[in-house]
């Protein structure tokens, strides 16, 4: 049985799954295909990722143009702030993000449709981040906006580090650059 709250951005959904903890320790079923297409998660998905990062590790704003993933996204260890920013030119949201804490302890998903480019920052060390996705990944079909784009404006979080950003993400174009043919 899970929770689910519909975010402010249409089709983005925070999912709340249920965790049982006992002396033993604690169980969570991440994944029911029946139960996520009772609310609305329609998808066939057919890649998991897994990621670890430090403290302070911003990835994204990512995207694939041609081959657009959705995606089922959770942390197992440690905390991010999750971003999605829609890009879906003729939605009353577009270029519109949000951002939700994601960590063990609350347990929470986030579902994020096709068409929104996706990022995150780690807050705690050695964060484990894994997400599922309902197309494969393309890599001439990679595309990203910056973090700090003026346009979208995320506020992310202040934390105590300064942000470990890749090179190739410090070179992505701003929303206003890009051009797609």
Request: hydrophobic share 35%.
């Amino acid at each position: 049985m899970i929770e689910v709250e519909n975010l402010s951005l249409e089709g983005i959904k925070l999912i709340k799954t249920k965790k049982f903890t006992d002396d033993r320790g604690s169980f969570q079923q991440n994944y029911h295909r029946d139960e996520y297409k009772k609310v609305g998660i329609l998808n066939n998905f057919v890649q998991d990722n897994w990621s670890t990062s430090e403290k302070g590790v911003l990835r994204g704003l990512h995207y694939q143009l041609n081959f657009p993933q959705a995606k089922l996204v959770q942390v197992l260890k440690g905390e991010v702030y999750d971003v999605a920013v829609d890009l879906r030119e003729n939605s009353p949201t577009f270029k519109k993000w949000i951002g939700v804490i994601l960590n063990p302890e609350n347990g929470y998903q986030l579902y994020i449709p096709s068409g929104f480019a996706h990022g995150f920052l780690t807050l705690k060390s050695k964060t484990e981040f894994i997400y599922k996705c309902d197309n494969f990944y393309v890599s001439n079909d990679e595309y990203g906006i910056r973090w700090d784009d003026p346009i979208i404006n995320i506020k992310w979080p202040k934390i105590s580090v300064d942000y470990i950003i890749s090179e190739k993400d410090k070179e992505l174009p701003s929303l206003k650059e890009i051009k797609h043919s």
